[in-house]
Structures are given as C-alpha cells and as structure tokens.
C-alpha cells in the first residue's frame, strides 16, 4: 500500500476478496490480508476486531452485490409488475449462474463463508423477499395478481424457484434444460399469481 493511501474497510475488503480467491477460506488470515495491503495486522483489527466479523463483511459485500442489483429491477414502477417478478427471477438467476461460472473458486470460497455467516445471509434472503413483496404488493394494486397476504406470496416464489439461485444447485445451472425448467417455473407462477 503506498503510503499516500488511505486504509479503508473497503480496501480491507478487497484485499480479502483476493486473498480468499489466492488461499481459500480454511487458509486465509488476517496476517494474510495485512501483507496484502502491506499493513500490520494490528490497522486490519482497527477496523474490523475479529477474524470472524472481517468474514462476515467480506461474506455481506458479495451478498449486497447481488441484492443492489435486484433491487433497481423491484423499484421500477414503470414496469408492469409481472414483468418486473419474471426480470427479477432471471437476474438473480443469472447473477447467481455468473458468479459460479465466472470464478468457481471464489463462488466455492463464498458458499463456505455463506455457511458461517448464517446471520448475514438471512439478512440478505430477508432484503431478497422484501423486494419481491414489493413486486407482489404493486402487481396486487394493480390488479394483476391476487394475494392475501404479499409476504407469504412472495417468499412462496423465493422458495419455489429455489433451484434457481440456491448455491446447494449450482451443478444444475448449466445443464441444457437449465433454461427452459427455469422459464416453466417462473410461467406456472405467474399463473398462480394472476388475478
């Protein structure tokens, strides 16, 4: 790290992210990250104070990653409200499918990190469904869908399409029929969904 640079929890982050995708995550340490950033350990500790709790923000930022993304396609009221649930299911779907594909060492790395950091990823399946309750509560506004109770409808199509963008199915994302099994899902929910 030259010496006119700030250390940031963001570089910190980054550093880990590399240092991760080099080690994996039974051997990578905080030793580690500092010698990436050509810090002591000790300015690593000053911003985040365990091992434990710099996993967890690296595990939050590649989560968020993903959630930031959905979350412009959940927010466009422009948008029909069926074609924002369809266009959301196939970018999770498909950010999911790039981040296994793209780096299978550092999707392998984060599936084990995701294990740890139960916490951080039920905040980030939460951010996920509230997006979809949002779809869900616009498409019933406008009449377009029918549901009792949005929140129950919409983590019914977080769970339904599972297979989709649960990292437990990532060997299945790639198969020929990936594609079109995805497309008859997301069609059949939809119909349920219909007014």
């Given at each position: 790290m030259?010496?006119?640079?700030?250390?940031?929890?963001e570089?910190i982050?980054?550093?880990?992210?590399?240092?991760?995708?080099?080690?994996?995550?039974?051997?990578?340490?905080v030793?580690?990250v500092?010698?990436?950033?050509?810090?002591?350990?000790?300015?690593?500790?000053r911003?985040?104070?365990t091992?434990?709790?710099l996993?967890?923000?690296?595990?939050?930022?590649?989560?968020?990653?993903?959630s930031?993304a959905l979350?412009g396609?959940?927010?466009?009221?422009?948008r029909?409200?069926e074609?924002?649930?369809r266009?959301?299911?196939?970018?999770?779907?498909?950010a999911?499918?790039r981040?296994?594909g793209?780096d299978?060492?550092?999707?392998?790395?984060?599936s084990?990190?995701a294990?740890?950091q139960v916490?951080?990823?039920?905040e980030?399946?939460?951010?996920l469904t509230?997006q979809?309750t949002?779809i869900v509560?616009d498409?019933?506004?406008?009449?377009?869908f029918?549901?009792e109770?949005?929140?129950?409808?919409?983590?019914?199509?977080f769970q339904?399409t599972?297979?989709?963008?649960?990292?437990?199915y990532?060997g299945?994302?790639?198969?020929?029929?990936?594609?079109?099994?995805?497309?008859?899902?997301?069609?059949?929910l939809?119909r349920?969904?219909?007014a």
């Open positions: 030259a010496a006119t640079e700030t250390l940031t929890a570089r982050l980054e550093a880990t992210e590399e240092v991760l995708r080099r080690h994996g995550p039974a051997k990578a340490t030793v580690d500092a010698r990436a950033l050509g810090v002591s350990h000790g300015s690593v500790y911003h985040f104070r091992k434990a709790a996993r967890e923000a690296v595990t939050k930022r590649w989560l968020d990653r993903t930031e979350d396609i959940a927010g466009d009221g422009a029909a409200p074609t924002r649930l266009d959301w299911l196939a970018a999770l779907f498909t999911k499918r981040k296994a793209d299978p060492e550092l999707f392998a790395t984060y084990v990190l294990g740890e916490g951080a990823v039920a980030h399946i939460d951010e509230e979809l949002r509560a498409g019933v506004a406008a009449g377009a029918h549901s109770d949005p929140a129950v409808s919409a983590r019914a199509v339904a599972g297979r989709f963008h649960d990292p437990a990532a299945e994302w790639d198969r020929a029929e990936a594609d079109a099994d995805f497309a008859a899902a997301v069609d059949l939809l349920g969904l219909r």
